[in-house]
């Protein structure tokens, strides 16, 4: 059975390689999306334009360079199994941030909606599959760690 875990959490650490990858490959094309979707609010507006100075970048693609490598870095570390449930927690609330900002079904009309409400369920049994990685954490414990916690 461990290994049919080891499997899938693999495979499903892969979807996060993949799609930090693209926006990292595709930074200027994820800029303009995360630009037409995200909005800063006011009281960041002050330290956004200082790290926009600092770094000569503008933040939609300060935030593509940060998702992307976020995502690698995450799904890496879920598939190798290292601080996993860590990644999972910060995944579920990343997973959930881009199903508010660009999945946002609930602003357009039915039958317009149909493809933003799939690509938001996706999303939603993705957080689901996190949650299940989070409450599993590094996988069952040996019989004589489970003697010290005192499970036997």
Do not use: C
């Amino acid at each position: 059975m461990p290994a049919f875990i080891t499997f899938g959490r693999v495979l499903f650490a892969v979807l996060f390689i993949y799609t930090g990858a693209a926006k990292l490959f595709g930074i200027q094309a994820t800029a303009d999306i995360i630009a037409a979707k995200v909005a800063i609010p006011d009281v960041l507006a002050p330290y956004v334009t200082q790290l926009e100075t600092m770094t000569k970048m503008p933040t939609p693609q300060l935030l593509a360079i940060l998702a992307g490598s976020f995502e690698v870095i995450a799904g890496v570390m879920i598939a190798i199994n290292f601080l996993s449930r860590f990644f999972a927690a910060l995944m579920i609330i990343f997973v959930g941030a881009t199903i508010y900002y660009f999945h946002d079904f609930w602003n357009q009309v039915p039958p317009d909606n149909a493809k933003t409400l799939i690509d938001a369920l996706k999303n939603l049994s993705i957080i689901g599959a996190l949650f299940m990685i989070f409450g599993y954490g590094r996988g069952p414990r040996s019989v004589a760690e489970k003697s010290a916690y005192g499970d036997i």
